[in-house]
């Protein structure tokens, strides 16, 4: 009896296991044709040319890099309840995320001088609307498939 249920067990745990590594690989498969269809909305809303884009994509690769390392070490700000904290802890926390937005803010300044070496005013201007854009069209289309469940 002992050894069928140590069996099943480790059978629960397997599969699991095998479930949860399926559900990463299609999270991040998801997450490259994300990637891929923003590249290519981006880089015709800016109209850039093979050689822009060749000199543009790496840089604005690093750039979108450490935007999220800036956002995800600052993720546990939105992961504490705040009925939990004392004021002293939650001024510290809207502090803390004052510090997050200065950087990137000192980032996307740094970055803007860096793409412009590269790309035009208007194009990084173009390249601003665009992301916005692009993240709307994504949000409507998640909020259809929602909808859909």
């Known amino acids: 009896m002992k050894q069928t249920t140590i069996l099943l067990l480790l059978a629960l745990f397997t599969f699991t296991g095998t479930a949860a590594f399926a559900q990463a690989d299609k999270h991040k498969e998801r997450q490259e044709k994300i990637e891929a269809a923003k590249t290519a909305f981006l880089t015709d809303k800016m109209g850039l040319s093979p050689e822009q884009s ?3 994509w ?6 979108e890099a450490r935007r999220h390392d800036l956002y995800t070490s600052s993720n546990s700000l939105k992961r ?7 004021e002293q802890e939650i001024k510290t926390l809207i502090n803390n995320r004052f510090e997050r937005d200065q950087k990137v803010l000192n ?4 970055y ?3 793409f412009q ?15 916005h854009e ?4 994504l949000l409507r289309r998640l909020d259809g ?3 859909q469940q």
């Open 80 to 86: 504490v309840s705040l009925n939990e904290m004392s």
């Open 145 to 147: 498939k929602h909808a």
């Open 117 to 131: 070496r590269v790309i035009s005013t208007r194009q990084l201007a173009q390249l601003y609307r665009a992301e």
């Open 107 to 110: 980032l996307e300044k740094e």
């Open 54 to 56: 060749q000199k543009f």
């Open 112 to 114: 803007a001088a860096k």
């Open 58 to 63: 790496p840089l604005y690769n690093e750039y």
């Open 134 to 137: 692009f993240t709307k069209l």
